[in-house]
């Protein structure tokens, strides 16, 4: 059994920072990649940046620069500072990590999802 437990959303205004976390528990053997996806209101969730095992790191276009993601695999955790927010970043955000339960099994597993509300 493995959770994910996100947190670090909330209400900030344009030009803010939040960090959003996202911590994995349970039977492990290891997770890669890590990866933040994001859905706003009536729109395709859609990938914001991924980050493999040794730490290669991919955006999106409209958060490059911006946004940053890292991972501690001692703490099976997945982080994303996101600086400079942009009212266009209001969504909801959602970690995804693909992980091997077992010598032969892995499973993509998703966050329950955090809310980011960037105000103008």
């Known amino acids: 059994q493995v959770q994910l437990v996100e947190s670090g959303g909330g209400l900030v205004q344009a030009g803010g920072s939040l960090r959003l976390s996202c911590a994995a528990s349970?039977?492990?053997?290891?997770?890669?990649?890590m990866g933040w996806y994001r859905q706003a209101p009536g729109k395709q969730r859609e990938l914001v940046a991924s980050i493999t095992s040794d730490g290669t790191t991919d955006y999106a276009d409209s958060v490059k620069g911006r946004f940053t993601i890292s991972r501690d695999n001692a703490k099976n955790t997945v982080y994303l500072q996101m600086n400079s927010l942009k009212p266009e970043d209001t969504a909801s955000y959602y970690c995804?990590?693909?992980?091997?339960?077992?010598?032969?099994?892995?499973?993509?597993?998703w966050g329950q999802g955090t809310q980011v509300t960037v105000s103008s």
């Open positions: 349970g039977s492990i053997f290891s997770i890669n990649p």
């Open positions: 995804n990590l693909k992980i091997q339960i077992s010598k032969r099994a892995t499973s993509n597993y």
